[in-house]
DNA sequence: AATTGTCTGTCCGAAAGCGTACATAACTTT
DNA sequence: AAAGTTATGTACGCTTTCGGACAGACAATT
């Protein structure tokens, strides 16, 4: 029942119809997922899926010094490990628990499975492949036109919205490390953010005090990944399957 | 049998087995592809997808100033419309010619119906589609990253594997325009390739010269790209299809 | 031959971000 | 309490790119 009920903290999950689920939750894993965590690495083949709930994972690029750079967030909303079902043997991303909290696992096989009896689930995860697509063009363009604050602004909005707390653990070193610029830069436009009153930050941990602020500094590409991701799941059905 | 021919120029088609390719065969259309024209809008149902053979074509998002960037290309080994299949009741790209050539148009039903019979066509699609993805993301860390002249060197790279001849017709200015930057920088950057030897310019025009030189000046973001490319065709099937 | 439009090369000051470095503050360990 | 570690603020000169402008070269038209 407790089981059921987290199940729903993850959109994807919660839209299931109550017999497509039926037939999950023997293999659904409820997990922790510590900090750093690497749910998968580049090149390697992929055993299970995972669908967060608490926990916010980074999908990770990394350059030829090494260096990590995040391409995409997952949180509540979606899956981690869409190559699995994509067709891909490998990927070149690489994906780490960015912000600890739980998840569901599922073996691959049964993720494969299910996939291909074709019903709501398939039609669910092809769906939100697309709007991580969508996600990661949006940035695209964003890096090429907009100032650093207004990225800074729509990450920080991105990742709030896949939390369930207002505050955020995260060193602006990570983040300047995450976003692929020198930390002198967070360190300017965060300075900037606080004197104005929009967040608060305390070693390590930033938090909101003026969401809306937040989101007139940004640019208009968290407005649109916004929506697409809202336009994602089918509404009706959110509700009915939650208890 | 000429159709039969020029069906194996789109890599995709080319991969089908021969029955596969027999039940699309009389609903698939050679079609004349223009510079300039519009496969498909932001926000507009999409009634037909598009295997280039010979013409390229662009996938831009639209700024908030009107400016339209690319964030991938999508030629002889891709296929366009992606979000018919992906469940995208529309897009947030649209789709533009930029190179003229030919391809060959289906109309939505018969892929999606060819879609669901969950054959080759539809792991040949997904893992399209992942490939297309893997590519925006590595050029998004790409820019983040990369001096101008090594961006630009990928994507000429990038434009003269999808294209027979090795010359392209495109100013500077529509070149600056698709990746967001000023002309003037393109005109800096390309003279310099020019200067080296690596590129000839005849306005309007650019032709390679020495495509090694440019690998080379190239960052590895293209060989990753490539590579994603390349793999994505189980090579045996290739030729057994071509005749 | 003259005119007009397009394509290209270049220049300027301004802005954003880099690379590096250093100092302070806060927390942790001893 | 002292020492070490971590997180942060900030400063300096440098490079890349912006934004805007101008002029020359070429092409098409008349």
Known sequence: MNTRHALSQNHLLATLPAEDRERLLTDLELVSMPRGQIIFDSDTQIRH??????????????????????????????????????????????????????????????????????????????????????EIAQTLVCNRCHSMEQQLCRWLLLRFDRLPANSLLITQEQIARLLGVRRALISKVVSNLRATGLIKLDRGRIAVLDREGLEAKACECYALIKDRLDLLLPKENVHKSAQ
């Open 49 to 134: 899926v995972f669908f967060p709930t608490t926990a916010i994972v980074s999908l990770l690029y990394e350059m030829e010094d090494g260096s990590l750079l995040e391409v995409a967030m997952v949180g509540n909303e979606g899956i981690v490990g869409i190559s699995l079902f994509m067709g891909g043997e490998a990927t070149v991303s690489r994906a780490i628990v960015q912000s600890a909290g739980h998840g569901y696992r599922l073996n691959g096989r049964s993720l494969k499975s299910e996939f291909h009896r074709a019903g709501l689930l398939q039609r669910l995860l092809l769906r939100y492949t697309l709007t991580l697509m969508t």
